[in-house]
Nanobody, 125 residues
């Protein structure tokens, strides 16, 4: 069983930055790819990014160049550094562990086996 716990959300002004953390139990990094999704009120949950390991990452176009995913295997923690935030980035952000087989597959939330409880990010204008 894998448990994921997110932290680091909060309220930030437009143009600001936040760093989210996702602490995972067990040997998650050796078994699963780690991703981030987000869900805004009234909208479907959407893919943000995935860390395949070995320095390989993939981003949604909406966050490319602004967000950076990284991982620390020693701490079993994955991070999401978010810069140049805009109100459109406001959402609950979820960490997920899964076994998608491609970048395209990684966009499908059904490819993830474990989810965190989410952390709220609110960007004010």
């Amino acid at each position: 069983q894998v448990q994921l716990v997110e932290s680091g959300g909060g309220l930030v002004q437009a143009g600001g930055s936040l760093r989210l953390s996702c602490a995972a139990s067990g040997r998650t990094f050796n078994t699963y790819a780690m991703g981030w999704f987000r869900q805004a009120p009234g909208k479907e949950r959407e893919f943000v990014t995935i860390n395949w390991g070995g320095g390989r990452t993939y981003y949604a176009d909406s966050v490319k160049g602004r967000f950076t995913i990284s991982g620390d295997s020693a701490k079993n923690t994955v991070y999401l550094q978010m810069n140049s935030l805009s109100p459109e980035d406001s959402a609950v952000y979820y960490c997920a562990a899964g076994r998608p087989v491609s970048n395209y597959d990684a966009r499908n939330q059904r490819r993830y086996d474990y989810w965190g409880q989410g952390t709220q990010v609110t960007v004010s204008s």
